[in-house]
Each structure stands twice: as structure tokens, then as C-alpha cells.
């Protein structure tokens, strides 16, 4: 079983930047689809992007595509998620997660998808 601990969140302003890193342990990082997701108070969690296990494929939201960054660096055991020009729409809790399986291709990745689960690291953007 994998562990997962995010880092990285804090308090930007609207057009900053931030980076978030996932990072695992208790199981090699680079045999598993990876994953962020976010989730806004009062709302469902959703989808942000997701990189498979040899980071050579990423598929994006249409809410981040553009914007937002997903790699891996497996050496490290570790996710990063790149953040840019952020809008107080970003603001949430990220949380990564893993899964044995490749992500699947002919729709949205859903939380379903993703066995297990990090804690999450806050993100707030201010206007």
C-alpha cells in the first residue's frame, strides 16, 4: 500500500503561482497513474489532471488545461502539480492520489478511479 503527503498549498494571489508536491512512500511511486484532484467547500471533489506511470502522458481538466502543470520525478518518489495564474476559483484542499490501473481514455477520470488517497494541502487565492 501506498502513502501519500501532500505539500506546497498556502495563500497566493490571483495571478500567482504555486507548486504542489506529492510526495510517496511504502511502495514505489513509479508503478502507479497518478492524480490530482480538488475539492471546494460545499462542493463534490473534482478532477484537475492525471500522468501515467512513466510520465510520458497527461490529460488535463478544460478548468486547469493550460494553466496548470502535472510530472513526476520517480527517482524521488514524487508528484508535483505546477500552478499558474491562479483565480480565486483555484481556491480548494488538492489531493493526489494513485492507482494501479492507466487512467481511462475515453472519459473523465473520476475519484472511483483513484485507489488511495493523500490527506491534501490547502490552496487559497485571494483577489
Known amino acids: 500500500q501506498v502513502q501519500l503527503v501532500e505539500s506546497g498549498g498556502g495563500l497566493v494571489q490571483a495571478g500567482g503561482s504555486l507548486r504542489l508536491s506529492c510526495a510517496a512512500s511504502g511502495r514505489t511511486l513509479s508503478t502507479y497513474t497518478m492524480a490530482w484532484f480538488r475539492q471546494a467547500p460545499g462542493k463534490e471533489r473534482e478532477f484537475g489532471t492525471t500522468?501515467?506511470?512513466?510520465?510520458?502522458?497527461?490529460y488535463y481538466a478544460d478548468s486547469v488545461k493550460g494553466r496548470f502543470t502535472i510530472s513526476r520525478d520517480n527517482d524521488k518518489n514524487t508528484v508535483y502539480l505546477q500552478m499558474n495564474s491562479l483565480t480565486p476559483e483555484d481556491t480548494a484542499v488538492y489531493h493526489c492520489?494513485?492507482?494501479?490501473?492507466?487512467?481511462?481514455?475515453?472519459?473523465?477520470?473520476?475519484?472511483?478511479?483513484?485507489?488511495?488517497w493523500g490527506q491534501g494541502t490547502q490552496v487559497t487565492v485571494s483577489s
Open positions: 492520489a494513485a492507482a494501479k490501473r492507466p487512467y481511462p481514455k475515453s472519459r473523465s477520470p473520476s475519484s472511483s478511479d483513484y485507489r488511495y
Open positions: 500522468i501515467s506511470t512513466s510520465g510520458r502522458t497527461t
